[in-house]
């Protein structure tokens, strides 16, 4: 397929540049399958479309304070984030500006409160990475005191509460991204959740390079996907095996599910990439934001729920819905099967 047939018309007025209050007041869009209306919800009304049988899987990983505003002993800022930990004292980066920040060079924080922290730069690596090395004795508080959260570039209003940018359950940190569609849940919904009778679970997808990447390639086919570590506690697995319908939160627990299903292996590296054509074998209901034109996870949307994400998409520009991290989200089925709630399930048995 050609990349430009995942193009749509995204005007700026609908990107949210913050999240809404509370959390669960989001707007959901909920698929009831092609050819049918689609019905207009919030994320507070999800508990009821669900019951005994469901399994509702969440993606636990935390954000770390990766991006960090440094300085050359010049004088020149630099700006690294910090893309994932490898051995040792290593992380993998991005550098800017990168051509002016040769290997050896040695960085530290603008401010000098907080735990002591030197970032030296090291080997070049492709598509503008880099390996550097964190040279602390205490990287989380060196990151809480140094860091910042790594919004996307297309919010450019500044976040007042970083905890907004994490899920109510956020636990496994090491990611540079959220899983924005778990933004939504709270306290409250995940409660109404179980009392339907259904199951919540976790698993871990650590968000990198490979999650927001963009689609260069003419052919989606043609796209590789960078390798981001997931992991799938047995329990999690059993559940859903088990479940009548497993529901995931994100584009990111669709990953690590049908990357375990793919692989035989519940944990690991993975570079899958869904697109039109794949298979999906483990997830039958999916809870994702609106996504950008022409992302890998815009055509994971096709792949999971048929090309009437179209249609969709443009009611929700005409209703006013919010796009991208911070915006609202959409409930779709399989296939384009749409989802059935749970009266309607109780009503066919």
């Known amino acids: ?112 409160d907080g735990p002591s922290l030197r970032v030296e730069v090291g080997e070049i690596l492709d598509e503008g990475r880099r390996v550097v090395s964190l040279v602390t004795d205490d990287v989380v508080g060196a990151l809480d005191a140094h860091g910042a959260v790594p919004l996307p570039p297309y919010i450019t209003e500044p976040l007042g509460d970083p905890d907004r940018y994490q899920t109510v359950y956020a636990d496994q940190p090491g990611s540079v991204a959220a899983p924005t569609a778990g933004l939504h849940l709270t306290d409250r919904v995940l409660d109404g959740i179980r009392a339907a009778g259904a199951q919540v679970v976790g698993v871990d997808l650590w968000v990198g390079l490979g999650t927001f990447r963009p689609i260069s390639a003419e052919q989606v086919e043609d796209h590789e996907m960078h390798t981001e570590r997931y992991q799938v506690p047995e329990a999690t697995w059993a559940a859903c095996e088990q479940a009548d319908r497993v529901v995931a939160i994100g584009t990111t627990t669709v990953r690590a599910l049908e990357s375990a299903a793919a692989s035989g292996s519940l944990s690991g590296r993975t570079d899958l990439f869904l697109h039109p054509g794949s298979e999906v074998a483990v997830v039958d209901v999916l809870l994702t934001n609106y996504h950008l034109p022409r992302s890998s996870l815009l055509v994971l949307v096709e792949a999971f729920a048929g090309p009437h994400w179209r249609d969709l998409y443009a009611t929700a520009l005409a209703e006013g819905y919010r796009f991208l991290s911070f915006g609202d989200c959409m409930l779709l089925g399989r296939d384009g099967a749409g989802v059935e709630d749970r009266t309607d399930r109780e009503v066919t048995a």
């Open 1 to 112: 397929m050609e990349t430009a047939s995942f193009d749509y018309d995204l005007p700026d007025s609908a990107i949210a540049q913050a999240p809404v209050e509370p959390r669960d007041a989001a707007l959901m869009l909920v698929d009831r399958g092609a050819g049918a209306a689609p019905e207009h919800r919030t994320v507070a009304d999800l508990p009821g479309l669900l019951g005994p049988g469901d399994v509702v899987v969440v993606n636990t990983t935390r954000v770390l304070r990766a991006r960090l505003h440094l300085r050359k002993t010049t004088g020149g800022a630099v700006e690294v984030l910090l893309l994932e930990p490898l051995e040792g004292d290593r992380w993998e980066a991005l550098v800017r500006p990168g051509r002016r920040v040769p290997p050896g060079t040695v960085l530290a924080p603008v401010a000098d």
